[in-house]
């Protein structure tokens, strides 16, 4: 009799695995709670700096164009950089030849060189077509679409 009543107040192997997963439960419940509080807390400092935000950029084009007014030229667009006869399609293969495993879309392209998607894909069409270094992919629907590498 002696003996059951030791095991009946000592914990066994599975009382004991039981406390090990309630204590993995309850880790994992604080780890979702505190997943929930760093959302919240996300989503009230971006609802909280956005206004910031536009209204600093706002300013900004407020002073490019003054500045420009008062030094008498011509306002100043700092979306896209005009590239100069030749520049871009230098730009162009530079970019695909520092990564010539990888295939780009215009729309990657002008991004990296920080101009407009069009002016890529026009100078494609007009120039990259007939250069032998650069191998155009057709891509999407129809075969509509291209990306473009270094061959």
């Known amino acids: 009799m002696s003996a059951i009543r030791k095991d009946i107040g000592s914990p066994d ?3 004991l695995f039981i406390q090990k997963i309630d204590y993995f ?5 604080e780890k979702k709670n ?15 700096i956005r206004p910031l935000e536009d209204e600093l950029s706002t300013i900004i084009r407020k002073l490019e164009t003054n500045l420009s007014k ?3 030229s011509a306002p ?19 970019l695909l030849r ?4 990888k295939t780009f879309k215009p729309r990657d392209i002008a991004e990296v060189l920080n101009t407009k998607g069009t002016a890529v894909s026009l ?5 990259g077509l007939a250069d032998s ?9 129809e075969g509509k679409r291209f990306v473009y590498k270094i061959k």
């Open 98 to 101: 520092s990564n010539p495993e």
């Open 76 to 94: 100043v667009q700092s979306s896209s950089p005009k590239f100069g006869r030749g520049e871009l399609g230098a730009s162009i293969k530079d």
């Open 123 to 127: 100078w494609f069409n007009k120039y």
């Open 70 to 72: 008062l030094e008498g």
């Open 34 to 48: 505190l997943q929930e509080k760093i959302s919240e807390i996300r989503t009230e400092f971006n609802e909280k």
């Open 133 to 141: 270094e650069i191998e155009r992919i057709p891509a999407g629907k």
């Open 25 to 29: 439960q309850s880790l994992v419940e």
């Open 13 to 15: 192997k599975y009382d």
